[in-house]
């Protein structure tokens, strides 16, 4: 396996007069920019894919996530009601004689006689 060149790796320390390290990075310069077409496209398709699939990831992540929201609030909502009824039933016990406002105001009490 050949090795690769270190083109892509800043040379800080070096002086601009120097130009046997230029000629050297030259040619694996030029090399570069002769990637052919299908190596791109086959690189854009690679990269197309991959974002993709991680969106989809996302978004099933995004839909399970509202479907929980959705469940609390849907159990939180039935659990109100139920606190809701019990007051109403247990301000009729207490107060009987306003037995009349509670359950216009709460209908869905259910009364024993």
Do not use: W, Y
């Not at 996302?58 to 009824?85: F, H, P, Q």
């Amino acid at each position: 396996m050949r090795a690769m060149p270190e083109v892509h790796l800043p040379h800080i320390d070096d002086d601009a007069d120097d130009d046997d390290d230029v000629s050297a990075i030259r040619p694996a310069a030029d090399k570069a920019k002769g990637k052919s077409i299908v190596k791109i496209a086959l690189e854009v398709v690679l990269i197309s894919a991959g974002v993709f699939l991680a969106a989809r990831s996302v978004l099933e992540i995004v839909r399970a996530s509202a479907r929980s929201t959705r469940n609390r609030r849907t159990a939180g909502k039935k659990l109100l009601d139920r606190l809701k009824m019990f007051a109403c039933v247990a301000e009729v016990r207490i107060e009987p004689e306003r037995a009349r406002e509670v359950v216009l105001r709460c209908p869905q009490i259910p009364l024993r006689r």
